[in-house]
C-alpha cells in the first residue's frame, strides 16, 4: 500500500498570560523552515501538563495510528476531469 509522505506537525505550549497554557498545532510544507498554526485551543488550562496531553490527543487525532498522519494526496492534473452534472452523469 503506497503512503503519502507524512505531515510534518509539531505541538507547542505557549503562556500567553502567567498560570494560563494553550496548545498550538503547528505544520510546515517547507523542510521546516516556516512553521503555521493549524489548529489551537480555544480555552486555557491551568497546567502546562493538561495542555500538553490535550494538545497531543488532538494530534493523535489527525491521522492513523499505525502510519500517522499523512499528506493529502495530491491531485492529478493531467487526469481527466470528473463531470459534476450532464449526459450519463445524472441518470
Do not use: C, I, N
Amino acid at each position: 500500500m503506497q503512503q503519502t509522505p507524512l505531515r510534518h506537525l509539531a505541538l507547542s505550549v505557549d503562556e500567553p498570560e502567567p498560570g494560563l497554557f494553550h496548545w498550538m498545532l503547528l505544520e510546515s510544507e517547507d523542510a521546516m523552515k516556516t512553521w503555521f498554526v493549524v489548529e489551537a485551543s480555544d480555552d486555557a488550562y491551568d497546567t502546562f501538563s493538561e495542555a500538553w496531553e490535550d494538545g497531543a490527543a488532538t494530534l493523535r487525532g489527525l491521522g492513523d495510528a499505525q502510519y500517522g498522519p499523512r499528506a493529502e494526496v495530491a491531485e492529478d492534473e493531467s487526469a481527466d476531469p470528473v463531470l459534476e452534472s450532464g449526459p450519463g452523469v445524472d441518470d
